[in-house]
């Protein structure tokens, strides 16, 4: 059984830093694109940055310079360092995981394993 686990979420205050950590047991995804997503209230879950098997990545316009994702192959992880936190990057944020090999996509659909979110509230 596949299983993604995020873990590292909570309250900051804007400007500050967090980093979110998601651990995938189950199979690994060394060939495999890993991405964060984020679901803030009353909207829909939205990409925020992806990592593909050869470490090329992708990032939201929204986020880009501020985040940083990256792997571990060996650990079967893969973080997101967050920096410069906004009031607006409040939101749940999602780890998933693709079982298509190579390709690195932005899109919801094509990610076939999730993590159960974690809780990121930045105050004002």
């Known amino acids: 059984q596949v299983q993604l686990v995020e873990s590292g979420g909570g309250l900051v205050q804007a400007g500050e830093s967090m980093r979110l950590s998601c651990a995938a047991s189950g199979r690994t995804f060394s060939s495999n694109a890993m991405s964060w997503f984020r679901q803030a209230p009353g909207k829909e879950r939205d990409f925020v940055a992806g990592?593909?098997?050869?470490?090329?990545?992708g990032y939201a316009e929204s986020v880009k310079g501020r985040f940083t994702i990256s792997r571990d192959n060996a650990k079967n992880t893969v973080d997101l360092q967050m920096s410069s936190l906004k009031p607006e990057d409040t939101a749940i944020y999602f780890c998933?995981?693709?079982?298509?090999?190579?390709?690195?996509?932005?899109?919801?659909?094509?990610?076939?394993?999730w993590g159960q979110g974690t809780q990121v509230t930045v105050s004002s």
């Open positions: 990592i593909s098997w050869n470490d090329n990545r």
């Open positions: 998933a995981a693709d079982s298509t090999p190579w390709v690195l996509s932005r899109e919801e659909a094509q990610y076939e394993y």
